[in-house]
């Protein structure tokens, strides 16, 4: 597969590389995770995703900006989350008077929120950075990393991070994909080189007890079509543990996801998975239909190279990100366009990647469903709307 993120302008065409894309599960630890590393370089220098363009995603981190104040943080606390993107958590903090510092390695990301007013540190979340931090505003009451706790190759090193950032009676929260709804939902489109680790709740614990941490509360939630919010503290912390997390071990057990023949199975069933929807699609350019594709995501490169859905199958991508346009999707090179591109053309059929933010955009392109338009959800089986 390519690197999923990595989408190329057209003088780039032939530097859109494939690599091998192994799963692994770990019978020690419990964890699932690529194999493959590639060097961080390769997905942040030139970084396509930009967290605040969909109205779900804006609307779930003024939430939990809203919450995590309201749970713990006092008058004064320092924030500091990792992976801080565009400033979609740090802008809403700092809207309600919570002294938050983001640390972001691509740069003309980083350069977004600060032109949002956030204050950011243009680099990769390490031990020296955590020194600098420590050294201007001392220690943090509340770190957090969201949907990016599961793209870092040397964890150990982000563990060390948090422990030596993080005041005794601090509060670590992160919000992940979660290992049983990608299983359960056949969410194989989640699977490339920079979700390195595939996390459930029992290899998260046994990571953290590692590093003398805890995991005291844990919290489903819809985001990504299935994410888990973990909520950490140093051993014997201030905060008593929930039983949910007793719970949802507990279900995880009963799943199975302790056990390497689940995975296998998973794997073998992708195949047939993605066999459906290649005939799928098939049938209709058959019937001479038109489809494009609707949101150019890791999710829609991972489809379009694993079913070999090129332009000549999938004419083009829309995207709401301004980050794209204009560019190609690795591998299979579809076109991106502006989700404007509607107003004019008319395809039959929208194959939707993006259906992690359904309702938002069957909301968004009613004009599209009123005039014919149908989207097509690929996972876990093909279905039109």
Do not use: W
């Not at 957090?144 to 190759?153: E, I, Q, R």
Request: aromatic share 12%; hydrophobic share 40%.
């Amino acid at each position: 597969m390519p690197i999923a993120g990595a989408f190329i302008k057209r003088e780039e065409f032939g530097l859109d590389h494939s690599y091998p894309l192994t799963v692994v599960f770990c019978r020690n630890c419990k964890e699932v995770q690529i194999l493959e590393v590639i060097d961080a370089e390769a997905y942040y220098k030139d970084y396509r995703f930009l967290a605040s363009t969909t109205k779900t995603h804006t609307e779930h981190f003024k939430e939990y900006a809203r919450e995590m104040k309201e749970r713990f943080l006092k008058k004064d606390a320092l924030v500091v989350e990792f992976g801080s993107n565009d400033g979609i958590l740090l802008k809403p903090f700092q809207e309600l008077g919570v002294k938050a510092i983001g640390v972001e390695p691509a740069t003309n990301v980083a350069n977004i929120a600060i032109s949002k007013g956030c204050e950011v540190i243009n680099d990769f979340f390490n031990q020296k950075i955590a020194g600098r931090i420590e050294d201007e505003h001392g220690k943090a009451d509340f770190i957090c990393g969201n949907n990016v706790f599961a793209h870092m190759d040397d964890i150990q090193e982000v563990m060390k991070t948090i422990v030596q950032l993080l005041k005794n009676d601090g509060v670590f929260v992160f919000e992940v994909h979660y290992l049983l709804d990608l299983i359960e939902q056949y969410q194989y489109d989640m699977i490339y080189h920079d979700h390195m680790m595939y996390h459930s709740l029992a290899a998260l614990s046994y990571l953290m007890k590692l590093y003398n941490m805890e995991i005291f509360d844990v919290k489903r939630i819809p985001i990504h079509c299935g994410s888990i919010r973990v909520y950490a503290q140093m051993v014997g912390g201030p905060y008593a543990i929930d039983s949910g997390v007793s719970g949802l071990k507990t279900l995880e057990k009963e799943r199975e996801l302790d056990k390497e023949k689940t995975f296998l199975d998973f794997g073998k069933e992708v195949y047939r998975k993605r066999d459906k929807i290649r005939s799928f699609i098939q049938n209709l350019k058959k019937e001479g239909k038109r489809i494009i594709g609707y949101g150019a995501s890791g999710r829609a490169t991972i489809h379009l190279n694993f079913c070999d859905f090129g332009p000549g199958i999938i004419e083009y991508i829309i995207d709401a990100s301004p980050e794209r346009y204009g560019r190609f999707v690795p591998g299979t090179r579809n076109p991106i366009y502006s989700p404007e591109i509607l107003q004019e053309d008319k395809p039959d059929y929208a194959l939707l990647f993006a259906y992690n933010y359904l309702s938002e955009i069957i909301n968004k392109e009613k004009t599209f469903l009123e005039r014919g338009g149908k989207f097509i959800v690929p996972v876990p089986e093909p279905k039109i709307i």
